[in-house]
Protein backbone atom coordinates (compact mmCIF):
# COMPACT_ATOMS: atom_id res chain seq x y z
CA UNK A 1 0.00 0.00 0.00
CA UNK A 2 0.95 3.36 -0.49
CA UNK A 3 1.11 5.96 2.29
CA UNK A 4 -0.30 8.68 0.32
CA UNK A 5 0.04 12.51 1.53
CA UNK A 6 -2.83 13.96 2.85
CA UNK A 7 -1.22 17.24 4.87
CA UNK A 8 1.10 19.93 3.25
CA UNK A 9 1.67 23.68 3.32
CA UNK A 10 -1.24 25.36 1.05
CA UNK A 11 0.21 27.35 -1.66
CA UNK A 12 -2.15 28.88 -4.47
CA UNK A 13 -2.09 28.03 -7.87
CA UNK A 14 -0.16 30.66 -9.84
CA UNK A 15 -2.42 30.26 -12.43
CA UNK A 16 -6.31 29.95 -10.92
CA UNK A 17 -5.06 30.93 -7.12
CA UNK A 18 -6.65 28.03 -5.60
CA UNK A 19 -5.00 26.57 -2.87
CA UNK A 20 -3.43 22.83 -3.23
CA UNK A 21 -0.41 21.36 -1.29
CA UNK A 22 2.93 22.89 -1.94
CA UNK A 23 4.14 19.03 -2.49
CA UNK A 24 2.23 18.62 -5.93
CA UNK A 25 3.35 19.21 -9.72
CA UNK A 26 -0.03 20.03 -11.07
CA UNK A 27 -2.67 22.23 -9.58
CA UNK A 28 -6.08 19.99 -8.50
CA UNK A 29 -8.14 22.60 -10.00
CA UNK A 30 -7.13 24.02 -12.71
CA UNK A 31 -4.35 21.27 -14.09
CA UNK A 32 -1.87 23.83 -14.72
CA UNK A 33 1.71 22.92 -14.53
CA UNK A 34 3.29 23.94 -10.86
CA UNK A 35 6.99 25.31 -10.26
CA UNK A 36 9.39 22.60 -8.63
CA UNK A 37 7.66 21.69 -5.10
CA UNK A 38 10.21 22.15 -2.44
CA UNK A 39 9.58 19.16 -0.43
CA UNK A 40 11.07 15.51 -0.55
CA UNK A 41 10.96 13.06 -3.40
CA UNK A 42 8.60 11.26 -1.15
CA UNK A 43 6.11 14.08 -1.59
CA UNK A 44 6.45 14.39 -5.37
CA UNK A 45 5.13 10.97 -6.05
CA UNK A 46 2.31 12.45 -3.37
CA UNK A 47 3.45 9.68 -0.62
CA UNK A 48 4.83 10.35 3.42
CA UNK A 49 7.82 9.28 3.59
CA UNK A 50 8.23 5.36 4.14
CA UNK A 51 10.46 2.52 3.45
CA UNK A 52 7.76 -0.45 2.11
CA UNK A 53 7.34 0.93 -1.20
CA UNK A 54 5.00 -0.36 -3.60
CA UNK A 55 7.52 -0.08 -6.87
CA UNK A 56 4.85 -1.10 -9.38
CA UNK A 57 2.74 1.70 -8.30
CA UNK A 58 5.87 3.71 -7.78
CA UNK A 59 6.59 3.36 -11.69
CA UNK A 60 3.23 3.53 -12.18
CA UNK A 61 2.87 7.25 -11.15
CA UNK A 62 6.63 7.86 -12.59
CA UNK A 63 5.24 7.44 -15.90
CA UNK A 64 2.40 9.15 -16.27
CA UNK A 65 4.17 12.11 -13.98
CA UNK A 66 6.72 11.67 -17.21
CA UNK A 67 4.05 11.71 -19.89
CA UNK A 68 2.25 14.60 -18.08
CA UNK A 69 5.56 16.88 -18.12
CA UNK A 70 6.96 15.87 -21.50
CA UNK A 71 8.25 19.34 -23.31
CA UNK A 72 5.74 18.55 -26.34
CA UNK A 73 2.71 19.40 -23.98
CA UNK A 74 4.54 22.97 -23.21
CA UNK A 75 5.55 23.47 -26.99
CA UNK A 76 3.12 26.70 -27.24
CA UNK A 77 3.11 27.35 -23.73
CA UNK A 78 4.45 30.74 -21.56
CA UNK A 79 8.05 30.29 -21.29
CA UNK A 80 7.83 30.33 -17.08
CA UNK A 81 6.07 27.16 -17.77
CA UNK A 82 8.00 25.43 -20.21
CA UNK A 83 10.94 25.77 -17.78
CA UNK A 84 9.10 24.62 -15.09
CA UNK A 85 8.25 21.52 -17.08
CA UNK A 86 12.09 21.00 -17.56
CA UNK A 87 12.21 21.51 -14.19
CA UNK A 88 9.73 19.38 -12.47
CA UNK A 89 10.92 16.36 -14.81
CA UNK A 90 14.73 16.86 -13.42
CA UNK A 91 13.15 16.64 -9.96
CA UNK A 92 11.08 13.74 -10.88
CA UNK A 93 13.64 11.58 -12.26
CA UNK A 94 15.76 12.26 -9.38
CA UNK A 95 13.39 11.27 -7.05
CA UNK A 96 12.36 7.84 -8.86
CA UNK A 97 15.80 7.07 -9.40
CA UNK A 98 16.47 7.36 -5.60
CA UNK A 99 13.07 5.89 -4.31
CA UNK A 100 13.13 3.22 -6.36
CA UNK A 101 16.13 1.70 -5.20
CA UNK A 102 15.98 0.38 -1.60
CA UNK A 103 19.50 1.46 -0.27
CA UNK A 104 19.27 4.76 -1.82
CA UNK A 105 15.61 4.79 -0.69
CA UNK A 106 16.67 4.13 3.02
CA UNK A 107 19.54 6.25 3.42
CA UNK A 108 17.62 9.21 1.85
CA UNK A 109 14.35 9.00 4.05
CA UNK A 110 17.20 8.27 7.29
CA UNK A 111 18.71 11.69 6.08
CA UNK A 112 15.63 13.24 6.07
CA UNK A 113 15.15 12.60 9.79
CA UNK A 114 18.68 13.78 10.49
CA UNK A 115 20.78 10.65 10.71
CA UNK A 116 24.28 11.03 9.49
CA UNK A 117 25.36 8.37 6.54
CA UNK A 118 27.90 7.49 5.05
CA UNK A 119 31.58 7.48 4.68
CA UNK A 120 32.00 11.30 5.34
CA UNK A 121 30.57 10.67 8.58
CA UNK A 122 32.34 7.92 9.90
CA UNK A 123 35.16 10.47 10.81
CA UNK A 124 37.85 7.28 10.56
CA UNK A 125 39.89 5.43 8.03
CA UNK A 126 38.55 2.28 6.13
CA UNK A 127 41.89 0.83 6.93
CA UNK A 128 41.20 1.50 10.18
CA UNK A 129 40.86 -1.43 12.41
CA UNK A 130 38.64 -0.20 14.93
CA UNK A 131 36.20 0.17 12.08
CA UNK A 132 35.81 -3.56 11.03
CA UNK A 133 32.87 -5.26 12.41
CA UNK A 134 33.75 -7.17 15.15
CA UNK A 135 32.50 -10.30 14.02
CA UNK A 136 34.78 -9.78 11.26
CA UNK A 137 37.93 -8.83 12.87
CA UNK A 138 39.44 -12.43 12.09
CA UNK A 139 38.61 -12.50 8.83
CA UNK A 140 39.45 -9.19 7.17
CA UNK A 141 42.71 -9.12 8.88
CA UNK A 142 43.18 -12.60 7.29
CA UNK A 143 41.78 -11.28 3.95
CA UNK A 144 43.90 -8.16 4.06
CA UNK A 145 47.09 -10.67 3.99
CA UNK A 146 45.85 -12.27 1.02
CA UNK A 147 44.89 -9.72 -0.73
CA UNK A 148 48.29 -8.29 -0.41
CA UNK A 149 50.09 -11.33 -1.42
CA UNK A 150 47.82 -12.04 -4.70
CA UNK A 151 48.84 -8.48 -5.32
CA UNK A 152 52.69 -9.13 -4.86
CA UNK A 153 51.82 -12.63 -6.63
CA UNK A 154 50.65 -10.85 -9.72
CA UNK A 155 53.20 -7.99 -9.89
CA UNK A 156 55.55 -11.21 -10.60
CA UNK A 157 53.35 -12.50 -13.23
CA UNK A 158 52.59 -15.32 -10.92
CA UNK A 159 49.69 -17.09 -10.82
CA UNK A 160 48.55 -18.85 -7.12
CA UNK A 161 45.71 -21.09 -7.90
CA UNK A 162 44.87 -21.62 -4.05
CA UNK A 163 45.36 -18.00 -3.30
CA UNK A 164 42.54 -17.42 -5.62
CA UNK A 165 39.95 -20.01 -5.04
CA UNK A 166 40.32 -18.46 -1.12
CA UNK A 167 39.72 -15.38 -2.09
CA UNK A 168 36.43 -16.41 -4.43
CA UNK A 169 35.78 -18.08 -1.63
CA UNK A 170 35.91 -15.08 0.89
CA UNK A 171 33.88 -12.86 -1.52
CA UNK A 172 31.39 -15.66 -1.98
CA UNK A 173 30.48 -15.33 2.16
CA UNK A 174 30.88 -11.70 2.29
CA UNK A 175 28.25 -11.11 -0.27
CA UNK A 176 25.72 -13.75 2.01
CA UNK A 177 26.51 -11.63 4.88
CA UNK A 178 25.72 -8.68 2.61
CA UNK A 179 22.13 -10.35 1.80
CA UNK A 180 21.57 -11.29 5.49
CA UNK A 181 21.94 -7.34 6.05
CA UNK A 182 19.57 -6.61 3.00
CA UNK A 183 17.05 -9.26 4.97
CA UNK A 184 17.57 -7.26 8.11
CA UNK A 185 17.33 -3.82 6.55
CA UNK A 186 13.64 -4.97 4.76
CA UNK A 187 12.62 -5.55 8.69
CA UNK A 188 13.59 -2.27 10.13
CA UNK A 189 11.72 -0.54 7.12
CA UNK A 190 7.98 -2.37 8.39
CA UNK A 191 9.21 -1.07 12.36
CA UNK A 192 9.76 2.12 11.09
CA UNK A 193 6.67 2.30 8.78
CA UNK A 194 4.46 1.06 11.63
CA UNK A 195 5.95 1.59 14.32
CA UNK A 196 5.66 4.45 16.95
CA UNK A 197 8.17 7.38 17.54
CA UNK A 198 10.09 5.12 20.00
CA UNK A 199 9.96 2.56 17.54
CA UNK A 200 11.12 4.61 14.84
CA UNK A 201 13.74 5.97 17.12
CA UNK A 202 15.22 2.44 17.30
CA UNK A 203 14.30 1.14 14.11
CA UNK A 204 16.57 4.35 13.15
CA UNK A 205 19.64 3.41 14.75
CA UNK A 206 19.22 -0.15 13.63
CA UNK A 207 19.14 0.74 10.22
CA UNK A 208 22.15 3.39 10.19
CA UNK A 209 24.00 0.42 12.32
CA UNK A 210 23.09 -2.06 9.03
CA UNK A 211 24.11 0.76 6.21
CA UNK A 212 27.63 1.10 8.03
CA UNK A 213 27.91 -2.82 8.06
CA UNK A 214 27.11 -3.04 4.58
CA UNK A 215 28.96 -0.17 2.89
CA UNK A 216 31.86 -1.66 4.86
CA UNK A 217 31.17 -5.40 3.19
CA UNK A 218 30.70 -4.36 0.08
CA UNK A 219 33.92 -2.57 0.17
CA UNK A 220 35.20 -6.12 1.02
CA UNK A 221 34.13 -7.20 -2.19
CA UNK A 222 34.80 -4.64 -4.31
CA UNK A 223 38.66 -4.77 -3.02
CA UNK A 224 38.27 -8.58 -3.68
CA UNK A 225 36.91 -8.16 -7.20
CA UNK A 226 39.13 -5.73 -8.34
CA UNK A 227 42.34 -7.63 -6.82
CA UNK A 228 40.28 -10.93 -8.59
CA UNK A 229 40.09 -9.04 -11.91
CA UNK A 230 43.67 -7.00 -12.23
ZN1 LIG B 1 -4.78 26.22 -10.50
Given at each position: ????????????????????????L??????????????????????????????????????R??????????????????????????????????????????????????????????????????????????????????????????????T????????????????????????????????????D?G??????????????R??????L???????L??
Amino acid sequence: MLKVLDSAVPVACWSCAVAHNDATLFCPHCSKIQPPPGGDYFSVFGLVPHLDLDLSELEHEFHRLSRKLHPDRFARAADNEKQWSLADTALLNDAYRTLREPIHRTEYLLKLHGAAIGEEHSGKDRKDPSRVPADLLEEVFELNMQLEEMRAARKMGETDAELQASLEQAKRKFDGLMDEVDHDLRAQWKAWDEGDAGARAAAQKAMVALLDRRRYLNNLVRDVTETLGA
